[in-house]
């Protein structure tokens, strides 16, 4: 059964739950827009759920951030098609739901108020674009890549016995 994520904004006016296989934050992202949303580290942690089992309290407070993406990969100017949704009221991040990938939404571990297992290894991502004040820790056992890893949290997950059946 998968693991039930119950999540929060700092003033309680929204609240969350999702079923997650994937509930282990292990995965650090260093890009910019993760950052400066959601990391004061340096960094952000994604978790992997169903969207289909995501159920809101206070839809009205949520608004919605689809960053403009211009660096190296993306020359051009583009608008993400992620969808990155926040509390009106008191800014909180709360999760990223792209429409790219339907059957997915990605809660952010800073929102999750339920226990959370610690991981057995991290992975260290996009650290082309990390800040430069930031120092990685990264554990012997730790991945580290200048963008994406080709492993899927999904797959991440089956590698290390930690999926939730």
């Avoid at 282990?24 to 759920?49: D, E, H, T, W």
């Avoid at 990223?96 to 939404?105: A, F, I």
């Avoid at 991290?122 to 963008?147: C, N, Q, T």
Wanted: glycine fraction near 8%; charge should be positive.
């Amino acid at each position: 059964m998968p693991l039930l994520l119950k999540g929060s904004c700092r003033c309680d006016a929204v609240h969350f739950e999702v079923k997650s296989h994937t509930p282990v934050p292990f995965m650090l992202c260093y890009c910019s827009i993760c950052r400066k949303q959601q990391g004061g580290g340096g960094f952000a942690i994604n978790l992997g759920a169903d969207y289909k089992t995501l159920k809101i309290k206070g839809k009205r407070s949520l608004g919605v951030y689809q960053a403009e993406i211009e660096d190296d990969e993306h020359p051009r100017c583009e608008i993400s098609s992620g969808e990155r949704n926040f509390c009106k009221k008191c800014g909180s991040a709360l999760w990223l739901y792209d429409p790219t990938w339907p059957d997915l939404v990605h809660p952010f571990a800073s929102a999750i108020d339920s226990e959370l297992p610690k991981p057995p290894e991290k992975v260290h991502l996009m650290l082309k674009y990390k800040a430069s004040w930031v120092e990685p820790d990264i554990g012997r056992k730790d991945k580290v890549f200048d963008v994406y890893p080709e492993e899927s949290i999904a797959d991440w997950h089956k590698r290390t016995g930690m999926w939730v059946k």
